[in-house]
């Protein structure tokens, strides 16, 4: 079978779906991994073939042509809530957070983001899948240009989804609410925008164009929300990219080994940064008489404004997680899926902080009541804070059993290898060829 998978221009969207792109190509399906040119390294460095589509800096021209409805759409959604109300409180159950009003403005602000990216791949991607004809479109959860190729080629549609599926929460909703609303106020944007490029293909909108025809999950079963559309469990496998092993990550530390990693937040603005430099500084005074050995990725902008490194600590660009947590006695971070999942599979405890990733206020307390760690919220960050769930995380032998008891239930989820001959199947039910 001939299996395409599509994903947003970002490589931590796209690297987790790596692993089961291998186990495809090894089982001798077709492979071919596809983005915008802004993500053409990464897409190449997989190993697996590259089809890349449309114009390059598609995320920056996208950032400086943010239009006067999107600055009106948000000052109308913060008159309902706080910025972070609007951004985050979607994972949220309550009558409060989900309001037709509030659902449909996000709708329609989020749909203008998702258009921002994926029109620019579209036609390139609907031209060379006509000709090549996949049988399965394998697409991460921004990327529906993958549904729109699924639609107008006749393929399979799976969506990929390495977070609590709030964003499928929030949807069903939004629909449940929608019904209820007079014929002149259901507008619906995302099904506008999908439909209309379904419309040029010659079809139409359907709602799989939104969940996929399945959707493959690489959260825990014990943290994942109900769906009524058919699920596939994923072990996560590690991948991060091209990596040399330093040195000092070829030995057993001689002291208890803590990293901290703030992904790729702390090299974009200020409104995706969990730890400010500011902050960063506090921990590491916080945490400067602690005898452990605290490792540190930051970029070189963030290290060169720090005004002192404690002998205790080592800063450094990057690590290959899969390589450096298995050695770690705890891991802090901003709740990004790479270092939730590596601590998970390695059964370390994990102290996540901050409010960057839109699963957070579901995640964290699911971590916290399940023992595999602890979570600062924004208002409570601070050094002290840090310190204190720090020491509790290698003092208190509950967390380690908590994180030992994660760990074990990832490793029951099928590994990329077990899951292809359930995708063949999916992939023949569901084509419409």
């Given at each position: ?285 916080c945490l400067a008489d ?50 939730f999942m590596e601590s ?53 032998p509950a967390f380690k ?33």
């Amino acid at each position: 079978m001939r299996v395409l998978i599509v994903s947003w221009p970002w490589r931590t969207h796209f690297q987790p779906m790596v692993p089961l792109g291998w186990a495809l190509q090894a089982a001798g399906h077709e492979v071919r991994v596809a983005s915008s040119p802004d993500l053409a390294e990464s897409l190449t460095a997989s190993g697996l073939t590259a089809v890349v589509a449309g114009p390059g800096d598609v995320l920056k021209t996208m950032y400086e042509q943010f239009t006067e409805e999107q600055v009106e759409l948000v000052r109308m959604l913060e008159q309902l809530g706080s910025r972070d109300d609007f951004f985050f409180d979607f994972a949220s159950a309550t009558k409060e957070a989900l309001t037709w009003d509030r659902l449909r403005l996000r709708t329609r602000y989020f749909t203008q983001i998702l258009q921002g990216v994926n029109d620019a791949m579209v036609e390139e991607l609907v031209d060379y899948c006509r000709w090549w004809k996949p049988d399965l479109v394998v697409w991460e959860w921004m990327s529906h240009a993958g549904a729109i190729v699924a639609r107008a080629t006749g393929a399979a549609s799976a969506r990929i989804r390495s977070e609590i599926d709030v964003d499928a929460w929030s949807r069903r909703a939004f629909l449940r609410l929608r019904k209820e609303q007079a014929p002149h106020r259901r507008e619906d944007a995302l099904a506008d925008w999908l439909g209309g490029w379904a419309g040029k293909f010659g079809t139409s909108f359907s709602e799989e164009m939104v969940t996929g025809h399945f959707t493959i999950e690489h959260m825990l079963e014990s943290m994942r929300l109900d769906s009524d559309v058919p699920h596939l469990p994923l072990r996560y496998v590690s991948y991060h990219g091209p990596a040399v092993i330093a040195h000092w990550a070829r030995r057993t530390p001689k002291k208890p080994r803590v990293l901290a990693t703030f992904g790729i937040s702390q090299k974009k603005g200020r409104e995706y940064q969990a730890v400010s430099v500011r902050q960063l500084q506090q921990i590491l005074d916080c945490l400067a008489d602690l005898d452990i050995e605290l490792v540190v990725t930051a970029p070189e902008k963030v290290r060169r404004n720090l005004s002192r490194i404690p002998s205790n600590a080592m800063l450094t660009e990057f690590v290959p997680l899969h390589a450096v947590v298995p050695t770690c006695s705890a891991v802090i971070h901003h709740g990004g899926i790479p270092a939730f999942m590596e601590s998970i599979a390695s059964g370390v405890p994990q102290l996540m902080v901050g409010r960057v990733v839109g699963d957070i206020d579901l995640r964290a307390p699911l971590l916290e009541a399940a023992r595999g760690g602890l979570y600062i919220p924004r208002p409570h960050l601070c050094g002290q804070r840090v310190r204190e769930c720090l020491v509790r995380l290698l003092e208190e032998p509950a967390f380690k059993e908590g994180a030992q008891r994660l760990r074990r239930e990832q490793a029951t989820q099928p590994a990329p290898s077990e899951l292809v001959a359930e995708l063949e199947k999916l992939a023949a039910r569901y084509r419409a060829r």
